[in-house]
């Protein structure tokens, strides 16, 4: 009997229930690639090093990756959406600063 090639063990299907999608599509979002609002059916999508690509055939048939942040693939954050770029933070994590503050305003001395 042949062994597998260790290779076959990462790349093996998945044994998730299908979503029942169909073809995923992804449109690249990112403003200054070269592909942008252009369409493509997504191949996969995975996770390397916490960061998500997501891999396509570009009009060539040549099979291409991108930062599944330059698409239209991840659902953007609610509160990201809505401080329309005017605080990186959101309403709980300000909160948490305003308490550090009071608290450094009270001892100064760094004992927080």
Known sequence: MPIPSPAGYF??????????EGVRRLRITHPFHPLKDKQFELIEHRCIFGE??????????????????????LTADVFVEL????????????????????????????HV
């Open 11 to 20: 790349n093996a299907l998945s044994i998730a229930p299908d979503s029942g």
């Open 52 to 73: 998500s690509y997501l891999y396509f055939y570009d009009d060539s048939g040549l099979l291409r990756e991108i930062p599944a942040v330059w698409t239209d693939f």
């Open 83 to 110: 401080a329309g770029g005017r605080s990186p933070l959101h309403a709980e994590t300000l909160l948490e600063l305003a308490d550090l503050v009071e608290r450094w305003a009270k001892d100064p001395a760094g």
